[in-house]
């Protein structure tokens, strides 16, 4: 079975300042690791992926991921956060190879970002 | 394009009462999926369709059943709705059918769905 886990509910960041998000997965296999962002009363959009080659995937808004295997983790990033920024962040993964697509996510980290 | 769309965006329903869940999606989608996503569970799979013609469980689908109309459309429906039942609905889409594939999954604007 495969799992995803967001230790953070809520993580708050002054504006300007980094932000880290931080998520843990377990999959048998090499995963397939995303990132979504849900604001409010909207569907998920998708933000970023790690399939395979570089550690350091790079996305939307200007939002980065590092995979890193020994850790079993894929932490989202961003420099420098901005009040827009703030939203409910889910990581989800799937085994590669897997059954078609199915996704795994987490339940979630909102992130504050305040002036 | 649209993406992919969802009707009702509210609703609200009596206990025993039955209701399908309309989406679709142009982007010439294969694959298409129902979550239902509740306060501290995150998303939860009901139901999906890897290709048109197929249908799947997936980890919550008791109470539930689907219909994959055609490429475009896939329905979910709630034939005895119960307050357990009471959740933000989504529906989504990805383009590739088979596993091994890095498909990003695209979102509907959701359904909030009340059950008394």
């Known amino acids: 079975a495969q799992s995803v886990a967001q230790p953070e509910d809520q993580v708050n960041v002054a504006e300007g300042n980094p932000l880290t998000v931080k998520c843990t997965y377990s999959v048998s296999g090499n995963p397939y690791l995303f990132w979504y962002v849900q604001y409010p009363n909207r569907g998920l959009q998708f933000l970023l992926k790690?399939?395979?080659?570089?550690?350091l995937v790079k996305g939307s808004y200007g939002f980065e991921a590092e995979f890193n295997k020994s850790q079993t983790s894929f932490h989202l990033k961003k420099p420098s956060a901005l009040v827009s920024d703030s939203a409910l962040y889910f990581c989800a993964v799937r085994a590669n190879p897997g059954t078609a697509s199915k996704l795994t996510f987490g339940t979630g980290t909102r992130l504050q970002v305040t002036l | 394009n649209a993406g992919v769309t969802q009707t009702p965006k509210f609703q609200v329903l009596k206990t025993g009462q039955s209701m399908t869940l309309q989406c679709a999606q142009d982007m010439n989608h294969n694959s298409m999926y129902w979550y239902r996503q509740d306060p501290g569970m995150g998303l939860r799979l009901i139901y999906y369709?890897?290709?048109?013609?197929?249908?799947d469980k997936g980890e919550v689908p008791n109470g539930y059943n689907v219909s994959r109309l055609n490429k475009r459309e896939f329905s979910l429906r709630l034939e005895s709705a119960a307050p357990s039942q009471t959740s933000v609905y989504f529906c989504?889409?990805?383009?590739?059918?088979?596993?091994?594939?890095?498909?990003?999954?695209?979102f509907g604007p959701g359904t909030r769905l009340t059950v008394l």
């Open positions: 989504a889409s990805s383009l590739l059918p088979i596993a091994g594939a890095g498909d990003t999954q695209y």
């Open positions: 790690y399939i395979t080659g570089d550690n």
């Open positions: 369709s890897a290709s048109e013609g197929t249908t």
